[in-house]
């Protein structure tokens, strides 16, 4: 029988709160310890809230002025109140937090509190399973009354409980004051918290726990953590040849984190409401007909044709692999570039759990690939279901492990090369006009030193470290946005509030990055020069704007004149002919030109492809198509006092489509009045109005006769019958 054992990666917290009298002094506007503690405590509810957590919390008061707790019996442990007893923190236990825990005038033992919230923590996980650790945290000014005839009973719990404990409040490192968070200033602390201080730092030396005063907490504390998940193995066979397989389990080591938007789906006005997606399809006629989801399939276009797919049609056409990871080869380290990794995630590859013998095997690969700097370029398949990927297996050997590390790599396709002209920064490679001098290149060599993060971040202790670590720097957009949620949900009127301080400061550049001086010895050695307009520029001003003449201001609409040049001119191609793709914009960029045999030549060319059009078309598919194009070409040759090229064309035009029996589209043709262009139309033109008409009615006439004849016909066979 197979038995399942859940990992234990869960904690039980316990939150011990003082709000005895004496967190509640401070001096005007200065916070009170009890404000600084609910502050704390807000941003530790926030990170298990958020990372979606599944640790559980309770919630202990001392100092209340009732008496909750099974411990109490009237005369121990008094005035001590479990808040809210052991579960997964929520909205609930935040708002409470913030809006229902307010000082009183009585205190109480620290010690005795502590002892209450172990206890909790005991029975509260008693037949629960999957919980690693227990953890107390108490936040207390340590400035009230205690008693320490207790005090071995709870380091002897706390040691063999293995549970942690963190002290949250005045810094234990200073002997006789402490400064002031708002002013600065120093503070006597009163002989009764030298006494508790004392007394919490002898307790954490003998659990070996942690203290951390306000100031070094809140910023600490500031940062939400991310989504906590159980690593999952990945397991397979590391194939090398046809003989050698190497069992393997793979864990996602980093991942892409994608932030949850379930409250998308959430009605702002009614909370309780469900909201539930309705998706539906409808045609693209007038009418918008509504078709039912099970009559509609996916389609790909080819050419002018919709091919369907069905998802059987799909599925039978899918590339079928089977579940494999399979070295291809090895190569050089250098050879794999950095901006060549792919994928979201980073998976560390492990011998199997339990394997000697592959983690030996699996061990020699690593060191061997570490000692000549190769890498291993695999094939790896999910599973059936998923495509194949190729990828690289990179050694990665620390003190206390060895592991490979897969990465995606891109196929050929997913390359993409752009290639860029050389700079000229040195003498020989270009032009020595354009080179820069030593002393400008030693210039920007000092501005990329005064921005280096390697160490401009200072330690507690002193010590320079690495700004920004990746590890250490959360995202701000996501502690914006829960500083958002966190404030809609308990303030559900109320505006969103400004960026809170602490997310604004890791905005901030760091003091040690000084750049000013360097930034402003790169402006004296690299002088911008303004560069005046040519006068014969073609600008946005002299488009739109009329001669001087008319005014400085007088805005006027663009005419086709005004359209050569400017930016569409150099980001477009050339124009060298009139294609059949867009005849008409080719045919109206070399008309733009002032060149009078070139516009000789588009015209030539702008019949012929009208010839092919209306020759090529399937029935009248793309008579619209030749028919603009005929607009344009007449339009233009009346533009440039040639109307004489358009009135052969169209003479011999009316032949072609007569022989070749394309009479449809001359009829269509005088439907849009592009007959003979006529002396009232263009005075270069050697065609009256009368013999415009007479082009136009001969057809007509023809077209009465035939029908004239054709009721004839008809009529005569009527008679016969």
């Not at 109140?81 to 825990?101: C, F, S, W, Y």
């Not at 699996?362 to 990927?389: G, H």
């Not at 009329?546 to 569409?568: F, M, N, Y």
């Not at 005929?630 to 040759?637: A, D, K, S, T, Y």
């Amino acid at each position: 029988m197979c038995k399942y054992i859940m990992a234990a990666n869960k904690e039980a917290i316990a939150i011990v709160l003082d709000v005895g009298p004496s967190m509640n002094q401070a001096g005007p506007q200065e916070a009170t310890s009890l404000q600084s503690a609910i502050g704390a405590i807000t941003m530790i509810l926030q990170r298990k809230i958020f990372s979606e957590s599944k640790d559980e919390i309770a919630l202990v008061l001392f100092g209340t002025t009732e008496t909750k707790n099974p411990l109490a019996n009237g005369k121990c442990y008094e005035n001590i109140t479990i808040k809210r007893p052991m579960g997964i923190a929520d909205l609930e236990l935040l708002q409470m937090v913030q809006n229902d825990i307010q000082a009183t005038t009585q205190s109480a033992d620290f010690i005795d509190a502590l002892i209450v919230a172990l206890d909790h923590l005991e029975q509260g996980i008693q037949g629960k399973r999957g919980f690693a650790s227990k953890r107390l945290i108490l936040l207390s000014d340590l400035a009230g009354p205690f008693g320490d005839d207790q005090l071995d009973i709870i380091i002897k719990a706390i040691c063999n409980s293995n549970t942690e404990i963190n002290i949250i409040g005045p810094d234990l490192e200073e002997e006789d004051a402490h400064e002031d968070r708002k002013t600065g200033q120093q503070k006597e602390k009163t002989p009764q918290q030298r006494a508790g201080e004392a007394m919490a730092k002898y307790i954490l030396e003998q659990v070996n726990g942690e203290g951390y005063s306000f100031r070094e907490a809140l910023p600490a504390l500031s940062y939400f953590q991310s989504r906590q998940v159980r690593p999952t193995a990945w397991k397979c066979q590391l194939e090398i040849g046809p003989d050698l397989k190497i069992p393997i389990n793979g864990y996602i080591k980093m991942k892409d984190f994608k932030l949850k938007q379930s409250w998308k789906k959430v009605y702002a006005r009614d909370p309780d409401k469900t909201v539930v997606t309705s998706r539906t399809y409808h045609l693209g006629d007038d009418a918008e007909t509504e078709v039912d989801a099970e009559d509609v399939v996916e389609g790909y276009c080819y050419g002018s044709d919709r091919i369907p797919m069905s998802a059987e049609d799909k599925e039978s056409m899918k590339y079928k692999a089977e579940k494999c990871f399979k070295v291809l080869g090895f190569t050089k380290l250098e050879n794999v570039k950095q901006h060549h990794y792919m994928g979201d995630s980073v998976l560390s590859i492990t011998g199997e759990k339990g394997d000697p013998t592959a983690m030996v095997a699996l061990s020699s690969i690593i060191n061997a690939l570490y000692e000549t700097n190769y890498v291993a370029i695999a094939r790896r398949v999910y599973d059936a279901r998923s495509s194949p990927r190729i990828g690289c297996l990179i050694p990665h050997i620390k003190a206390s492990y060895q592991c490979l590390h897969w990465i995606e790599l891109p196929f050929a396709e997913d390359l993409r090369t752009f290639t860029f002209g050389s700079l000229p920064v040195r003498e020989g490679t270009g032009s020595k006009k354009y080179a820069p001098s030593e002393e400008q290149l030693a210039a920007v060599d000092e501005l990329i030193t005064s921005m280096d993060l390697s160490s401009a971040a200072t330690e507690d202790n002193g010590e320079k470290r690495e700004a920004f670590k990746p590890k250490l720097t959360f995202n701000p957009y996501f502690q914006r946005v829960y500083q958002c949620l966190q404030h809609r949900a308990l303030h559900p009127g109320e505006d969103l509030p400004a960026l809170s301080p602490l997310i604004a400061a890791c905005l901030q550049q760091p003091q040690e990055v000084a750049c000013a001086a360097p930034i402003e010895r790169l402006r004296k050695l690299f002088k911008l020069e303004t560069v005046a307009k040519k006068k014969d520029e073609q600008t946005g001003e002299s488009v739109f704007r009329k001669d001087a003449g008319d005014g400085p201001h007088v805005i006027r609409p663009k005419t086709d004149d005004d359209l050569s040049g400017g930016l569409e001119t150099i980001t477009k191609a050339r124009v060298t002919e009139v294609g059949t793709n867009t005849p008409i914009d080719d045919f109206q960029d070399l008309c733009s030109r002032k060149d009078k045999d070139l516009f000789d030549e588009a015209c030539q060319q702008m019949q012929q492809r009208v010839q092919q059009i209306v020759t090529d078309s399937f029935g009248q598919q793309f008579y619209r198509k030749a028919i603009d194009c005929l607009i344009v070409l007449r339009q233009e040759c009346i533009k440039k006092l040639e109307p004489r090229l358009y009135n052969r064309f169209i003479r011999e035009f009316k032949n072609t489509l007569t022989c070749k029996g394309r009479q449809d589209f001359w009829d269509k043709l005088l439907e849009e009045k592009l007959s003979l262009i006529s002396k009232l139309e263009s005075e270069y033109s050697d065609v009256s109005k009368e013999e415009a008409d007479t082009f136009t009615a001969g057809q007509v006439l023809r077209d009465e006769v035939t029908a004239r004849q054709e009721d004839e016909t008809t009529d005569d066979l009527l008679m016969d019958i």
